[in-house]
Every structure is written in C-alpha cells, then in structure tokens.
C-alpha cells in the first residue's frame, strides 16, 4: 500500500510555464516532507522542503503548498525551464529511532519541460 | 567532495550468484542506508544503521544482508540473487536525527544491477 501517492505519473509544460505536482499520505506521524530532483543516471538530490506547522516555503522558482488537513502538498515550478526536465519524487519522513529518520517516497513524476 | 560514493556502477549477475555493494561516505554521517528504485514504486528501504556496529531492517530487507564496522563504509550483500532483485540501487547518507526528523539525506549515484 503506497503510503504517500503522488500525481501525475508524468508531465509535459511549455518553457516558461508552471509545473504542478501533488501528493497525498495517510500516516500522520509524517514530520517532514522534502521533494528530490533526480537526473537520469543520478542519484536524488534534495530540492526543497517543508515542515507540516507552514503552509507554504519558497525558494527561487520552487514552492511547496503544504494542506496538513488535507493531507496533501504539492510542489510548483515557476517559469519552468527545460534543465528542469528531471524526474521528482515527494517524500515524507518519520523518526524510526531517536536518531534515525525514515523517508517514504512517492512514485515519481517525469516532468519535461518543451521549447 | 565525494560525498557518497557506490561501486560498482553496473553489475549482471547469473540467479543463484552472491555479490556486495560498496558503499562509502566521506561526510561523518552517524546514518546510513540503502534503498532500491523501481519503475513506478519510488525508493524503498532495504536495510539502515544509525552507527558503526547497528543495522536494522527497512521495509524490503528479504535477500539482503548488511553490516557496519566503520562510520564510513555500509556494504549491502545480496546473498542468492533472484531476478526480482534487478533494481537501481541507492545508498544514502546523513547526520543522525537526534530527534529531530528533517536532516538532508545525501544519495549516491546507484548501481544497476541486474540479475539473470
């Protein structure tokens, strides 16, 4: 059972428009919720992140829309460009020991972004 | 700035043959972990340990095992490989959450591993 469920499974946006993707969790004991950005041939690489007391974080042309009574947050592309064409996944994390933090990740969206 | 480094980066292994994923990291990390990515299920974890001499389960740890005898190597074994365990696989790293659950996890560049 997908613990976080994330949409679309792909998407096509023109330079210069926005890009829009959600994700829903049930277990709230979810404390933060991060998005990574992966390259083909990469690893994930961090991107932004949110804590469930903000509704919303900014940074440059990223912004995470967090809804904690929803259970939904989602991750927006300003101006989207073509070097944004990567794969994001949304994740959300839980300690699974005084130290130890856990990340569930969602299925991925392939975003391309056109000329 | 290595930062996470995973060897190899591409393997074929025959069903029934054993082999180790190396992994290392260079940044002090107290945490480490491994995970494998397949086409429309996201990252899973396999197996963590939070320090030298302490693994635990994630949740696909069946056909794996690990060990942790130094802060910076955390190597995954795959005991008799399966075909099922053709996957991308990822290590990650960070500082230990001390309670707090939000430190950044770095990831290495995978491994391609696939199992005939």
């Known amino acids: 059972q997908q613990q976080v469920k994330q949409s679309p499974q792909s998407l096509i946006v023109q330079k210069g428009g926005i890009s829009i993707i959600n994700c829903a969790y049930e277990n709230t004991a979810f404390d933060y919720f991060p998005w990574y950005q992966q390259f083909p041939g990469k690893g994930p690489a961090l991107l932004i992140a949110i804590r469930p007391d903000v509704s919303e974080k900014k940074e440059g042309r990223f912004t995470i829309s967090f809804n904690k009574s929803a259970k939904q947050f989602s991750l927006h592309i300003m101006d989207s460009q073509p070097g944004d064409s990567a794969t994001y996944f949304c994740a959300a994390s839980t300690l699974i020991t005084g130290t130890a933090s856990k990340l569930t990740f969602g299925t991925g969206t392939r975003l391309q972004v056109t000329l | 700035n290595a930062g996470v480094t995973q060897t190899p980066k591409f393997q074929v292994l025959k069903t029934g043959q054993s082999m180790t ?40 740890p069946n056909g794996y095992n690990v060990s942790r005898s130094t802060t910076e190597d955390f190597p995954l074994r795959l005991l008799s490989a399966a075909p099922s365990q053709t996957s991308v696989y990822f290590c990650a790293s960070s500082y230990s959450g001390q309670g707090y659950s939000g430190n950044t996890i770095y990831f290495g560049e995978g491994s391609w591993l696939t199992v005939v």
């Open chain 2, 21 to 60: 994923l190396q992994c290392a990291q260079d940044m002090n990390h107290e945490y480490m972990s491994w995970y494998r990515q397949d086409p429309g299920m996201g990252l899973r974890l396999i197996h963590y340990s939070v320090g030298a001499g302490i693994t635990d389960q994630g949740e696909v």
